[in-house]
Structures are given as C-alpha cells and as structure tokens.
C-alpha cells in the first residue's frame, strides 16, 4: 500500500512548544507533501518535498525526508493555537494518485 | 473568489435515494479528484480526472458515476445510496498529478 502511516495519532503542546509529527512509508515515492485540516474543513497544502530533497522549510515549518528510511517528518515551532488542527502526510508515487496518511490531530493548549 | 467550490455543503438523505455532488474549479487545472473521509478521518481517492478523462478509479461501488463535462468541473452521483455511504466527500484540483492539490470545502452527506 502507498498510503503512509503517521505518528502520533495525537499530540497535545502547551502553545510556544514544538511539534513533530512522522510519516513512514513503504514505497517508492516522486514526492510527499504534507497538509492542514482545521476542523470541519478542507485540506490545505502547507509544503511540498520531493524525492532528491532532504530538507525544505516554509515560515515556522521544517520537514525533513529520508528515502533510505521511508520516513518524513514536520516540525511546527513556536505553536500557537491556530495551529490546532489534523495534519495529512500525502505521497505521490507510481499510478500518479496523490494518497493521504493517517492523519495526527495536533491541540495546542494556551 | 472560491477557487474550488462544492455544492451542497450538507447533504441528508434516506437511503434508497439518488442525489449528486457539483464540484468546480477557477485555477485552470487540468486535474480533479473525488476523496472520501470517514468518521475516522481517513482520507481515501476514489476518483481522479485529468482533461475529463478518467485516468483514476479505484474501487468504488458502480453506484457512484463521476461525470465532467469539462475540465472545470467535476461532479458526483450516487444512486441508491446506503448507510455506509454517509461521510465527508471532497472534491480538489491540481495542476498536474504530482504536484499540489487544493481542495474544496467538502460536502457532508449524511444518509438516515
């Protein structure tokens, strides 16, 4: 299966605490991105990575990937509570479908 | 402007019923896609198109029939609709197929 597993399922942080949320996967991929779902909402795209990248940062965002692993991970620093919301791991490989992980739904407390 | 919008928001239907989900799109993308997220938040494809071609069915009952008239839109019919099929359906749209994909607000069919 492409889909990619994430962990943690969830993760509670005091606001001005980091977050780290992982991705692993078990195919070969062209790239992975990952998105934000606010609750009762449609997915954003926050970052894209591809396959040849190992590191890529977006404002407070910094995701890494390591292809001999199959793993990514998205570091948020400095949360706020706006960023309370579900983050999606997407991978795009063979068959050009765009397939979503699990999810972790990240709270972050005032 | 809404880039890509969904009609109806909330759906509630009996079962049994037929009834159709309007997806469009204002970026000029050349590709559409259909996903169903279940209560467990689980996102899965069911259908994607590229220049209304359907170049993505994975496996969805025969009961739904994406149609695309042209690559603007792309909508959803369900007929006969079941128990199980109560859940948030989203349409989104890229510019190609591997690169980013902008998603619609969602509809929430519920099915009683």
């Known amino acids: 299966s492409q889909q990619g597993e994430e962990d943690p399922q969830a993760l509670s942080i005091q606001e001005g605490e980091n977050a780290t949320m992982n991705c692993s996967y078990k195919t070969s991929i062209n790239n992975l991105q990952w998105y934000r779902q606010n609750s009762g909402r449609g997915l954003v795209h926050l970052i894209l990575?591809?396959?040849?990248?190992r590191e890529k940062h977006s404002g407070r965002l910094r995701v890494t990937l390591d292809t001999s692993k199959k793993s990514s991970s998205l570091l948020i620093t400095a949360s706020r509570a706006a960023d309370t919301a579900s983050y999606f791991c997407?991978?795009?490989?063979?068959?050009?479908?765009?397939?979503f992980g699990t999810g972790t739904q990240l709270k972050v407390e005032l | 402007d809404t880039a890509v919008s969904q009609t109806p928001k909330y759906l509630v239907t009996q079962m049994g019923n037929d009834k159709s989900i309007k997806c469009e799109q204002n970026l000029g993308h050349d590709t559409m896609y259909w996903y169903k997220q279940d209560s467990k938040k689980f996102l899965k494809i069911m259908f994607s198109y590229n220049n209304k071609e359907l170049i993505i069915n994975e496996t969805v009952p025969n009961r739904f029939s994406p149609k695309s008239p042209d690559k603007a839109h792309l909508n959803l019919h369900i007929n006969s609709l079941e128990l199980g099929d109560s859940a948030v359906y989203f349409c989104?749209?890229?510019?190609?197929?591997?690169?980013?994909?902008?998603f619609g607000q969602g509809t929430r069919l519920t099915v009683v």
């Open positions: 990575i591809r396959s040849n990248e």
């Open positions: 997407a991978l795009t490989g063979g068959g050009n479908k765009l397939t």
């Open positions: 989104a749209s890229s510019p190609g197929t591997v690169t980013e994909a902008f």
